[in-house]
């Protein structure tokens, strides 16, 4: 069964608190993305990875930082929580870089007092 | 996106209506996947494209390189077809569209 699980789906946190956003994948891809969506807006790209330990930022990287240290997890990671990082998060794979299909998850909304 | 404009930003259809979603794109692209995002938030794929057209059910996508383009059609349009539908491309990365809301009223 091809899918990408991450946790948690509903998160608050406290301005200055740190973040941790988890993703998961069963399909062995090798390239995974980190994409936050505000109200009335599209995907915006914030880290790629293209395999284990090669990570790229994307469009919007400042303010959040990325860990993958297995193929099937990608992290995503607040250091001190701003309340403008209010949003959903999506997460992503692709087969590898040339694969243009993207299968995602179900998102984590975050919410930052 | 830049490299991809989606049209129209919003639209509205009554059940059992159809219409035609877009995406322009100002560079070549490889291959394009259109989603649905649902009233619950999760980006459902509809369809991935490298040319030509697709078909499943009352849903058809169109892909064309080289004019640089690619459609979704919508016919008998249900309810559940409510929600926001993006197209992504893929040139040397993948670009998103702004999406398209739609709205299907009873």
């Known amino acids: 069964d091809m899918k990408v699980t991450q946790m948690p789906r509903y998160l608050i946190k406290r301005m200055g608190e740190n973040v941790l956003l988890e993703c998961g994948q069963d399909m062995s891809h090798e390239t995974m993305y980190w994409y936050r969506q505000d109200p009335g807006l599209g995907l915006q790209l914030i880290y790629i990875?293209?395999?284990?330990?090669?990570?790229s930022e994307g469009d919007i990287p400042k303010g959040y930082r990325v860990s993958r240290k297995k193929r099937e997890h990608f992290s995503l990671i607040l250091d001190s929580a701003k309340t403008n990082q209010t949003s959903v998060y999506f997460c992503?794979?692709?087969?590898?870089?040339?694969?243009?299909?993207?299968?995602f998850g179900s998102g984590t909304r975050l919410t930052v007092l | 996106g830049d490299q991809v404009e989606q049209s129209p930003s919003a639209l509205s259809l009554h059940e059992g209506t159809g219409s035609a979603l877009r995406c322009n794109f100002t560079t070549t692209m490889r291959a394009v996947q259109w989603f649905q995002q649902n009233s619950r938030g999760s980006l459902i794929n509809l369809f991935y494209l490298a040319s030509g057209t697709k078909e499943n059910g009352r849903l058809k996508s169109t892909f064309n390189s080289k004019e640089s383009y690619s459609t979704l059609h919508i016919r008998d349009a249900q309810l559940e077809d409510s929600g926001t539908y993006f197209c992504?491309?893929?040139?040397?990365?993948?670009?998103f569209g702004d999406g398209t809301q739609l709205v299907v009223k009873p």
């Open positions: 992504a491309a893929a040139y040397n990365r993948i670009f």
């Open positions: 992503a794979s692709s087969r590898d870089i040339s694969a243009e299909t993207l299968y």
């Open positions: 990875s293209y395999d284990v330990d090669s990570n």
